[in-house]
């Protein structure tokens, strides 16, 4: 048993590692100040129904290990090379010194792997990590192992830039306490964001945006021997978003009943060596609501869109500059 002490959840604290092998927990390298988290071991007992002159439940059996959940973070150029390399892209970085450009496209691999960390060179290509990730909890050390990122999911609270992502991952297991170190970094705020749709026209109508990648992930147990998953796979993407605008015009109206495909592009930028950048290749817009919300209410399109990818395109690239040495 581990013995903590109760306390409130601004007291905890999220850091993660890139595991050298699999599922071996590694402390953490990088800690990340976040609003929220909800990851834990989703392990489901086997209850024994045996008839045996009994209507109960008569036993349990420990079920397969497997971990999953979200946490939520305002979005900091330094931190998302680690998620995106962790995620079902592949990252090229370029640059020997800072700042360094990180720019990932989507891949169609089915199962998760661990890298093994890059030499210097430029470019380099980092990609398909699993995660160790140490949560503490009332001073109650908890790792997450094998963790890829299934699910990223970008949106704009009050002006700032903030991320969900979801994890999943090979099993939970207590590691020893781990002393958090934070980085002097900046979120992106308000007077930060700018939306062009399509690229090259920019949306001052324009008040809220969303971005998902959701490439499914779900851990995969086998006959390993072993309770914990023995890796985690992807399956279908979809890439899809929302944004809304005033409605003074028809020109996204037109575009949705004539099913047009164009870009979209997202810009978040603190200074030159700080900056993510998100391309939609191919948008399309997939609902069109406008209504008289209220006799005060302004008249707004609250948009939703899916994107496209195909062999000539990808689904979305999205490059990330940062003075973070990430491999």
């Given at each position: 048993m581990t013995t903590g002490e109760l306390e409130v959840g601004g007291a905890g604290s999220l850091g993660i590692a890139f595991e050298t092998t699999a599922g071996t927990y590694e402390a953490p390298d990088k800690w990340i100040p976040i609003r929220s988290e909800t990851l834990l071991d989703a392990s489901v007992p086997i209850y024994r129904m045996n008839i045996v002159g009994t209507a109960n439940r008569n036993g349990v059996i420990p079920g397969y290990k497997l971990a999953n959940g979200d946490f939520v973070f305002e979005v900091t150029a330094d931190v998302m090379p680690y998620l995106l390399m962790a995620a079902r892209m592949t990252v090229v970085r370029t640059g020997l010194v800072a700042p360094f450009?990180?720019?990932?496209t989507p891949t169609s691999i089915a199962k998760s792997t661990t890298a093994a960390p890059a030499t210097p060179a430029d470019p380099v290509t980092c990609t398909n990590k699993t995660l160790s990730v140490l949560i503490q909890r009332s001073k109650i050390p908890m790792a997450y192992?094998?963790?890829s990122v299934g699910h990223l999911a970008f949106t704009i609270d009050a002006g700032v830039l903030l991320c969900t992502v979801s994890l999943v991952g090979f099993g939970e297991e207590t590691e020893s306490t781990e002393t958090p170190s934070y980085a002097d970094s900046v979120p992106f705020g308000p007077g930060k964001l700018l939306l062009e749709s399509p690229t090259g026209t920019s949306r001052p109508d324009v008040d809220t945006f969303s971005f998902e990648i959701n490439d499914n992930g779900t851990p995969q147990n086998r006959l390993t021997g072993s309770r914990f998953a023995a890796y985690n796979s992807w399956g279908e993407r979809e890439v899809s978003g929302s944004f809304e605008h005033?409605?003074?015009?028809?020109?996204?109206?037109?575009?949705?009943m004539a099913g047009d495909i164009s870009t979209i592009h997202f810009t978040a930028t603190n200074t030159a060596d700080d900056s993510i950048d998100i391309v939609v290749?191919?948008?399309v817009l997939d609902s069109y609501p406008v209504h008289l919300s209220g006799l005060g209410n302004l008249v707004v399109a609250q948009t939703t869109y899916h994107g496209l990818g195909d062999a000539s395109n990808d689904d979305y690239t999205i490059t990330v500059v940062t003075n973070e040495d990430v491999t």
């Open positions: 450009t990180y720019t990932a192992l094998g963790c005033d409605f003074e015009n028809t020109d996204d109206f037109d575009a949705f290749a191919q948008k």
